[in-house]
């Protein structure tokens, strides 16, 4: 890879995954916490009124680039069951920790992604942009896997307000890794939000198809080549051995 100097990378299913059973567990944690908290309701009512909300709100997201907060989401699902909560209220504060903290016991790393950054890291500046709505979740993630010490900056679009693919934050990523977009790599593994937010902003995508390619759960889906004939001509990876091979081939021709 000639004339690069950083490497920006997306967290969900490009660094880690997580496991099966993760959305059901956090979904079960934040009606407990609702009904812990001395709310009233059905609980499967409130999962079919809660996933339309988040739906509705995430597609506003995609269409605006304003990032959204499972706050709002829970704030309207009980709306939807005649039941009027603030989204600011504590109990639904207490019940947004209770569903995020399901992740932080069910997600795990991509296998040699410890390794891959400890051999960027000697040689690029590493940056992170992830959408994730809820700051304090994500912190604590990228934390507890040990990634923090590889990356400056961290960039969440829960703490900016903007979500990829809206160029504010990728404007963001390359005004802190303080180098030109056109000596920056995203690695991310989303058509939308990574490869085509990375190239609208004029940098460099790689595509990491692994989670996709293991078929596991909130990856990306095959990506419709209609839509997506961008895709075509940006290079694609399926593991870290790929990526590194990259960087290798250029070694190898310069």
């Known amino acids: 890879m000639k004339n690069i100097k950083a490497i920006g990378f997306d967290l969900f299913n490009t660094l880690l995954t997580a496991k099966p059973d993760a959305l059901t567990t956090a979904v079960q944690r934040l009606v407990h916490s609702l009904q812990n908290s001395g709310i009233s309701f059905d609980p499967e009512g409130f999962k079919r009124a809660h996933r339309k909300a988040a739906l509705r709100f995430i597609k506003e997201t995609r269409t605006k680039g304003r990032e959204t907060h499972n706050r709002f989401w829970i704030s309207a699902a009980l709306e939807d069951l005649g039941i009027n909560i603030s989204p600011e209220d504590n109990h639904i504060t207490n019940a947004v920790d209770a569903y995020f903290s399901a992740f932080f016991e069910y997600v795990v790393l991509i296998p040699g992604t410890l390794q891959m950054l400890e051999n960027m890291r000697t040689q690029y500046k590493l940056g992170l942009l992830s959408n994730f709505t809820h700051t304090p979740a994500a912190k604590t993630i990228i934390e507890t896997l040990g990634l923090t010490p590889y990356f400056d900056p961290i960039i969440i679009s829960g703490e900016e307000g903007y979500c990829k693919p809206h160029p504010f934050v990728f404007d963001k990523l390359v005004e802190k890794l303080q180098v030109e977009r056109s000596e920056i790599l995203f690695v991310g593994d989303d058509p939308d939000a990574d490869i085509g937010g990375a190239l609208d902003a004029g940098i460099k995508p790689v595509w ?32 870290w051995d790929d990526f590194l091979a990259l960087f290798e081939k250029n070694s190898d021709s310069g």
């Open 208 to 239: 990491i198809t692994y989670a996709k390619n293991k078929e596991i759960p909130f990856a990306s889906s095959d990506a419709d080549m209609d839509k997506y004939s961008f895709l075509k001509d940006v290079t694609e990876i399926r593991d």
